[in-house]
């Protein structure tokens, strides 16, 4: 269990972090490929990746946890190692790194990945002559339709004509919500994981 929660947290890391550098202007490490480079469209698409990811290993992490002995480190699974021994100082460092990079900061990038989006403005999509359209990614008024609706964009050009420069296709309310329910359930799912590491189960609990 403690490879699959190692592969699903790492590839939740690589996507996070080539995700960050690309919302930052930055290039994409490791020759990462992303879906999309440009600032708000890498962001967008990052969310229901990253989230999904997130809760995938925060489902896992919890079966290992349950499983887990007394020793909190005991319950963070084992990454790159079959066995450490977690009652010496360094494993126990070890062990709160991995949490940390794994868990804690990709749940982070997904924090700013909703700062970069929530304030997208977006156009409309038509070939000649599109329109600047108000109210943002949650305005379920611009959902006209499951075919192309709306541009969400890094930015907004209005002259000498409205242009959407680093955009991608959004169905405008719709999209977000599912964004932001799978964003909460992954969070949730992280929370109660590190509260099993921490805490333990009921009949476990952790000594420091």
């Not at 000649?128 to 006209?144: E, H, Q």
Request: hydrophobic share 50%; glycine share 8%; net charge positive.
């Amino acid at each position: 269990m403690s490879k699959v929660w190692s592969v699903v947290s790492l590839l939740l890391l690589y996507y996070a972090l080539n995700s960050f550098l690309a919302t930052q202007g930055g290039n994409a490490v490791f020759g990462a490929t992303l879906i999309m480079t440009a600032r708000v469209p890498a962001a967008f698409i990052a969310i229901p990746i990253c989230s999904f990811l997130l809760l995938m290993s925060g489902l896992i992490g919890i079966e290992f946890a349950r499983r887990g002995g007394a020793n909190w480190a005991d319950r963070v699974p084992l990454v790159a190692f079959d066995q450490i021994d977690t009652t010496k100082p360094e494993a126990k460092l070890y062990q709160a790194v991995v949490l940390t990079m794994l868990s804690i900061v990709p749940a982070l990038t997904l924090i700013h990945f909703w700062t970069t989006i929530w304030g997208a403005e977006l156009t409309s999509t038509e070939p000649v002559n599109p329109r600047a359209l108000d109210g943002g990614i949650w305005a379920w008024k611009w959902l006209t339709s499951f075919n192309n609706p709306a541009y969400v964009c890094t930015e907004v050009v209005t002259r000498p004509a409205v242009a959407c420069n680093g955009g991608a296709t959004i169905l405008p309310g719709l999209e977000p919500t599912l964004f932001a329910a799978i964003t909460l359930a992954a969070y949730g799912v992280g929370i109660v994981f590190l509260v099993f590491v921490i805490r333990g189960p009921a009949s476990k609990r952790s000594t420091i």
